[in-house]
């Protein structure tokens, strides 16, 4: 059985930096695209970011670019979501999720970790 | 970016009747290299993750009941749920995977008329 599980969490003041992890099991990890996808409290979701399979491509939405950093470890099934420069409006349940039937979609997700951006 | 808009916003259908959800992309998500559509369909539970139900458009992922069905090509997509049970209460995202960045639609709630 896949199993995701988000962690890194909590509540940050503006303009300050969070790492979020997610651990993988029960898929061959290195084969997959990962993602990080969010969702505001009581709002919609929102995809942030994904990585290659061997890290060498990574895509972001516009609103994090130069702010987020994805990357991921192979070895430790592990991925990261590095985020700097926090602002209230980064608050949101951060979701990690893979997909292994179409492009883009998603099968595997995480619970999901909430991020709370306040002072 | 492409935009995704589901119509409507909210929805009440009595049990054991049809329920309908609409989504409109911006752009077409029809590819022609391998005639398929990047268009998914998510349910989302309180406090749950998101549920795939559909994707391709039209291909239900395995486990969900067969009353759940997905139609559309193109630009217009439908969501079908052919005779409502309690349990699929819930809000219903579609979402495009044609260009990066993926983008969902802002979700339909469904309840019990």
């Known amino acids: 059985e896949v199993h995701l599980a988000e962690s890194g969490g909590g509540l940050v003041q503006p303009g300050g930096s969070l790492r979020l992890s997610c651990a993988a099991s029960g898929l061959t990890f290195s084969s997959y695209w990962m993602n990080w996808v969010r969702q505001a409290p009581g709002k919609g979701l929102e995809w942030v970011a994904n990585i290659k399979q061997d890290g060498s491509e990574k895509k972001y939405v516009d609103s994090v670019k130069g702010r987020f950093t994805i990357s991921r470890d192979n070895g430790k099934n592990a991925l990261y979501l590095e985020m700097n420069s926090l602002r209230a409006e980064d608050t949101a349940v951060y979701y990690c999720a893979s997909g292994t039937k179409s492009w883009g979609s998603f099968n595997y997700w995480g619970q999901g970790t909430l991020v709370t951006v306040s002072s | 970016d492409i935009v995704m808009t589901q119509s409507p916003d909210s929805l009440a259908v009595s049990l054991g009747e049809r329920a309908t959800i609409n989504c409109k992309s911006s752009?077409?998500?029809?590819?022609?290299?391998?005639?398929?559509?990047?268009l998914a369909w998510y349910q989302q539970k309180p406090g749950q993750p998101p549920k795939l139900l559909i994707y391709w458009a039209s291909t239900r992922e395995s486990g969900v009941p067969d009353r759940f069905s997905g139609s559309g090509s193109g630009t217009d997509f439908t969501l079908t749920i052919s005779s409502l049970q309690a349990e699929d209460v819930a809000v219903y995202y579609c979402q495009q995977s044609y260009n990066i960045p993926f983008t969902f639609g802002q979700g339909t709630r469904l309840e019990i008329k």
């Open positions: 752009q077409n998500v029809l590819s022609k290299s391998n005639n398929e559509n990047y």
